[in-house]
C-alpha cells in the first residue's frame, strides 16, 4: 500500500458519520452544511488546551479565567510576534492581526485527527474513494510532504507564508503538480492537503465587516485540486460569535463566473487588471450575491463542523460576545493527483461543478 494514500480509514480515529442522501442535496444546493457536535470532544479539549498554552507563551496578557483581558495585542507586541520565522521557514507559530490570533499548529498529528482524518470517510463519500489526499502531517523534522498543483495563487502563497523562493517555479505558476513538495509544518501546508490551517481565533468584540461586508471572499482560485473544505469548532460557539459565515447558493454562481473568466484568460493573481471577474473579493458576482443574498452564521457547540464547497462565498463573523473567543480549525480535502490529472485541473468541461464529485453526489438531485 502506498505509504501517502491509504484506502482504509484513519486506524483509531472514530469516523464522523456518512451524509444522507438528503444532507448531500443541502450541501449541493446551499453549498454548505453544519454538522452540531460531531467531532471527538477528547480531541477537542486537547485543541483547546494547545491554544491556550501557545496564549500563555505567546499572550500572555490573555488570562483564561478572565474574558475582561481577551483584548487585543499592542501593534509593537504584534509586530514582534509576527516577525518571529521558524529557522526553517514558515509563518510563526502564534501571530495576530487586529482582533484575531492564529496559531499555526494544523500540521501536528492531533488536529489532523481531530478534524481532517475523522472526516475522511465523509471526504471519500463526497469526492470519491481513493480520490482524496491524505493528510500525513508533518515529520520529525518539522517538514510535509505532499502533492502541490504549482498555479499562480499557489506559488504567491509560498512567499507569504514563508517559504523562501527558490526560483525553482515561474512566478506566474507552472500549472503542473509537484509531486512531493516538501513545506514546513507551519508553512502553507494547505497546498499540499497535508495540514489544516492551524487555530484562527476572534477575539470578543471584534469590529463590524460593515453593511457591504468588505472582507468577504472566495478561496482561492476555481482552479487547483481543493473541492470542499471544513471549517470546525473546537470550543462552544453561540451566535454571533465570529463564526463562519456564508452566502447560501454562492458557490454555484461564483464557481460558473471564475471559471468562465478563467477561460477568457483571466487568473487569480492578475490584479494589475481594471475590472476583476475572478479575484474573489470585488468580482462582480461576488457584489450580485451580496445584494440579494442574506449571510447565513454557522454556530454551535464544540465539535461543530460546517461542511463547505470551496468556492462559496464567506467570511469570519463578527464576535459580539463578551465572553468567547470563536476557535476554529479550517482544512482543504484535495483530488489526488492520480485521480485528477493535471490537464483536467484546468479542462473547460471543470465548469460543470460537480465533475470531479463521487457518483453518489452526482447522482443526488439538489433541487428535492
Ligand atoms: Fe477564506
Same mark, same amino acid.
Given at each position: 500500500?502506498?505509504?501517502?494514500?491509504?484506502?482504509?480509514?484513519?486506524?483509531?480515529?472514530?469516523?464522523?458519520?456518512?451524509?444522507?442522501?438528503?444532507?448531500?442535496?443541502?450541501?449541493?444546493?446551499?453549498?454548505?452544511?453544519?454538522?452540531?457536535?460531531?467531532?471527538?470532544?477528547?480531541?477537542?479539549?486537547?485543541?483547546?488546551?494547545?491554544?491556550?498554552?501557545?496564549?500563555?507563551?505567546?499572550?500572555?496578557?490573555?488570562?483564561?479565567?478572565?474574558?475582561?483581558?481577551?483584548?487585543?495585542?499592542?501593534?509593537?507586541?504584534?509586530?514582534?510576534?509576527?516577525?518571529?520565522?521558524?529557522?526553517?521557514?514558515?509563518?510563526?507559530?502564534?501571530?495576530?492581526?487586529?482582533?484575531?490570533?492564529?496559531?499555526?499548529?494544523?500540521?501536528?498529528?492531533?488536529?489532523?485527527?481531530?478534524?481532517?482524518?475523522?472526516?475522511?470517510?465523509?471526504?471519500?463519500?463526497?469526492?470519491?474513494?481513493?480520490?482524496?489526499?491524505?493528510?500525513?502531517?508533518?515529520?520529525?523534522?518539522?517538514?510535509?510532504?505532499?502533492?502541490?498543483?504549482?498555479?499562480?495563487?499557489?506559488?504567491?502563497?509560498?512567499?507569504?507564508?514563508?517559504?523562501?523562493?527558490?526560483?525553482?517555479?515561474?512566478?506566474?505558476?507552472?500549472?503542473?503538480?509537484?509531486?512531493?513538495?516538501?513545506?514546513?509544518?507551519?508553512?502553507?501546508?494547505?497546498?499540499?492537503?497535508?495540514?489544516?490551517?492551524?487555530?484562527?481565533?476572534?477575539?470578543?468584540?471584534?469590529?463590524?465587516?460593515?453593511?457591504?461586508?468588505?472582507?468577504?471572499?472566495?478561496?482561492?482560485?476555481?482552479?487547483?485540486?481543493?473541492?470542499?473544505?471544513?471549517?470546525?469548532?473546537?470550543?462552544?460557539?453561540?451566535?454571533?460569535?465570529?463564526?463562519?459565515?456564508?452566502?447560501?447558493?454562492?458557490?454555484?454562481?461564483?464557481?460558473?463566473?471564475?471559471? +468562465? =473568466?478563467?477561460?477568457? #484568460?483571466?487568473?487569480? *493573481?492578475?490584479?494589475? &487588471? !481594471?475590472?476583476?471577474?475572478?479575484?474573489?473579493? /470585488?468580482?462582480?458576482?461576488?457584489?450580485?450575491?451580496?445584494?440579494?443574498?442574506?449571510?447565513?452564521?454557522?454556530?454551535?457547540?464544540?465539535?461543530?463542523?460546517?461542511?463547505?464547497?470551496?468556492?462559496?462565498?464567506?467570511?469570519?463573523?463578527?464576535?459580539?460576545?463578551?465572553?468567547?473567543?470563536? +476557535? =476554529?480549525?479550517?482544512? #482543504?480535502?484535495?483530488? *489526488?493527483?492520480?485521480? &485528477? !490529472?493535471?490537464?483536467?485541473?484546468?479542462?473547460? /468541461?471543470?465548469?460543470?461543478?460537480?465533475?470531479?464529485?463521487?457518483?453518489?453526489?452526482?447522482?443526488?438531485?439538489?433541487?428535492?
Amino acid at each position: 500500500m502506498n505509504k501517502m494514500q491509504p484506502t482504509a480509514t484513519a486506524p483509531g480515529v472514530k469516523q464522523v458519520p456518512l451524509l444522507t442522501t438528503s444532507e448531500i442535496a443541502r450541501f449541493k444546493r446551499d453549498g454548505f452544511l453544519v454538522l452540531p457536535a460531531v467531532l471527538d470532544p477528547e480531541l477537542c479539549h486537547q485543541a483547546r488546551e494547545a491554544m491556550w498554552d501557545a496564549v500563555a507563551t505567546h499572550l500572555p496578557h490573555l488570562k483564561r479565567d478572565d474574558p475582561t483581558t481577551w483584548k487585543p495585542a499592542s501593534d509593537k507586541k504584534s509586530a514582534r510576534l509576527n516577525a518571529q520565522r521558524p529557522d526553517i521557514g514558515g509563518d510563526p507559530y502564534v501571530f495576530t492581526e487586529g482582533h484575531r490570533f492564529y496559531v499555526r499548529n494544523g500540521a501536528e498529528q492531533f488536529m489532523l485527527d481531530l478534524a481532517p482524518r475523522a472526516l475522511w470517510q465523509v471526504a471519500e463519500q463526497l469526492l470519491g474513494e481513493g480520490t482524496v489526499v491524505w493528510p500525513a502531517g508533518a515529520d520529525d523534522s518539522g517538514y510535509t510532504t505532499g502533492p502541490c498543483f504549482m498555479s499562480d495563487d499557489v506559488v504567491a502563497g509560498l512567499a507569504t507564508h514563508g517559504v523562501e523562493d527558490t526560483g525553482q517555479w515561474p512566478v506566474e505558476g507552472s500549472f503542473t503538480t509537484e509531486a512531493a513538495l516538501r513545506l514546513p509544518g507551519t508553512g502553507p501546508v494547505w497546498s499540499t492537503g497535508q495540514g489544516a490551517r492551524g487555530l484562527y481565533c476572534t477575539l470578543p468584540g471584534s469590529p463590524s465587516p460593515g453593511p457591504d461586508y468588505r472582507g468577504a471572499h472566495s478561496d482561492g482560485a476555481c482552479y487547483g485540486r481543493v473541492r470542499f473544505q471544513v471549517t470546525a469548532y473546537i470550543d462552544d460557539l453561540p451566535p454571533g460569535s465570529g463564526g463562519f459565515t456564508v452566502w447560501p447558493g454562492s458557490h454555484i454562481r461564483v464557481w460558473r463566473d471564475q471559471w +468562465q =473568466a478563467f477561460l477568457e #484568460g483571466e487568473k487569480h *493573481t492578475d490584479d494589475h &487588471l !481594471p475590472e476583476r471577474k475572478a479575484g474573489g473579493y /470585488t468580482d462582480p458576482v461576488i457584489l450580485r450575491t451580496k445584494a440579494d443574498t442574506r449571510p447565513v452564521d454557522c454556530h454551535g457547540p464544540a465539535g461543530t463542523v460546517v461542511l463547505w464547497h470551496t468556492k462559496i462565498l464567506h467570511i469570519a463573523g463578527q464576535n459580539t460576545s463578551t465572553d468567547v473567543i470563536r +476557535q =476554529a480549525t479550517i482544512y #482543504g480535502f484535495q483530488k *489526488t493527483p492520480e485521480s &485528477l !490529472p493535471d490537464p483536467l485541473v484546468t479542462d473547460e /468541461t471543470n465548469v460543470d461543478i460537480w465533475r470531479d464529485w463521487s457518483e453518489e453526489v452526482r447522482a443526488v438531485n439538489e433541487l428535492q
